[in-house]
């Protein structure tokens, strides 16, 4: 196991009516900018919650409707004008991870004299943001609890993270009841979403890692068990709620410090977001089982085989017929289980002609990954999803 610091510097706040908590926001200042996506939080009255809350704690509401499911520069950059038109002390988040990412992107960009975008590209640009909170309305990306943040910037394309420890939400909110009316597809792609968070940190060939193992290995059973109850029975508040916790856990740190390499499947999915704005999970759902083939051989036979072993419960002395059968496994779940298109084609994108392009812009980001990556590497994982 490698040397690490973990510092995890969020108030989590869980459970029903944790929504009041938001009033501790008082302490950062009297006006917040309130960042969200379309109009569901208004139809299902969290908007009304969280406004009664900060109304009652004296803290006054700019508002930046609108964020898009792969949050884009151009929308940052409206939020941080408006941040230093008005004032704004404190930015909050109502919404899944794309509401998140934007919040955050918005925190540093506020005190950056240059573009925002120019964060993304050089994270020690960060010296400095607003205090970001953020009530959670769907279980995936987990951004609640970590300081990453993925914006698209269409224009290029490309689709990047900006992180810094400052980004960290210092408030989260993590009401199951908020998570109730969440579509079908959302639910999948987000169970999907968070399944492929754990996957990054868990295939590693780190030595005695076996804290971090066993809790990634729990999670993805967790997420298998309740994924499915969540789909059937939108409203049963266990299966929600074991869902929140485990997005956030996947990704909070808690299962990478001192095993986890450079990610495979999501700079290969940021591409495709990039290029085609399809859905995150749903584009991870895809990528990571072709992925999982492309990777498996002699070397790396063993934490498949665990992964087979000790997630799906499969049997036998035959490393890797047991580690191909967990891979077919995860493909049933993926495409049957949770109902997600089992290609690329089936995501909407007409063609191949963009995967080399793809392969430029990302491979050598994956050269410290589990298996590294070729370019040529990355454009026949693309070529097999497809």
């Not at 930015?91 to 918005?106: F, R």
């Not at 059937?232 to 485990?246: F, I, K, S, V």
């Not at 990704?251 to 591409?271: D, L, R, T, Y």
């Amino acid at each position: 196991m490698r040397d690490f610091v973990f510092h995890a510097p969020t108030e989590i706040c869980f459970g029903r009516e944790q929504v009041s908590h938001l009033a501790e926001l008082s302490a950062f200042g009297s006006r917040a900018l309130l960042v969200y996506g379309g109009g569901s939080i208004k139809r299902n009255g969290i908007y009304d919650d969280v406004m009664g809350v900060l109304a009652g704690a004296g803290i006054e509401v700019e508002e930046l409707a609108g964020v898009e499911p792969n949050p884009r520069i151009a929308t940052v950059r409206r939020g941080v004008a408006l941040c230093r038109e008005r004032g704004v002390d404190m930015v909050l988040a109502v919404g899944g991870g794309s509401a998140i990412d934007c919040s955050k992107a918005i925190a540093a960009g506020v005190p950056y004299e240059g573009d925002p975008w120019d964060l993304v590209m050089d994270h020690s640009l960060v010296k400095a943001a607003l205090p970001v909170a953020c009530v959670v309305t769907l279980a995936a990306t987990g951004s609640e609890m970590n300081g990453n943040a993925v914006i698209s910037n269409p224009d290029i394309p490309a689709k990047l993270a900006v992180k810094s420890p400052l980004l960290c939400p210092r408030i989260a909110i993590l009401d199951p009841t908020y998570t109730l009316t969440v579509p079908r597809r959302q639910t999948a792609a987000g169970v999907a979403d968070m399944m492929s968070h754990t996957f990054e940190n868990y295939f590693t060939l780190e030595p005695a890692c076996d804290v971090q193992r066993r809790m990634a290995e729990g999670l993805l059973r967790t997420m298998i068990k309740y994924g499915p109850i969540a789909l059937a029975h939108p409203d049963d508040y266990d299966a929600r709620a074991n869902l929140m916790w485990a997005a956030t856990h996947a990704i909070n740190g808690i299962v990478s410090q001192g095993s986890a390499p450079a990610w495979s499947c999501h700079p290969i999915e940021h591409e495709l977001s990039a290029y085609y704005d399809i859905t995150h999970g749903e584009g991870l759902a895809v990528v990571t089982p072709v992925w999982m083939e492309h990777v498996l051989g002699v070397d790396t036979v063993v934490p498949f085989a665990e992964y087979g072993r000790n997630v799906w419960g499969l049997v036998g002395a035959d490393d890797m017929a047991v580690a191909h059968e967990a891979i077919a496994c995860t493909r049933r779940f993926l495409f049957q289980d949770l109902g997600i298109a089992p290609n690329l084609r089936g995501l909407g994108i007409p063609d191949e002609s963009h995967f080399g392009d793809m392969a430029d812009h990302m491979w050598w980001r994956t050269e410290k990954s589990f298996v590294p990556l070729s370019r040529d590497d990355v454009v026949a994982i693309l070529h097999d999803a497809f």
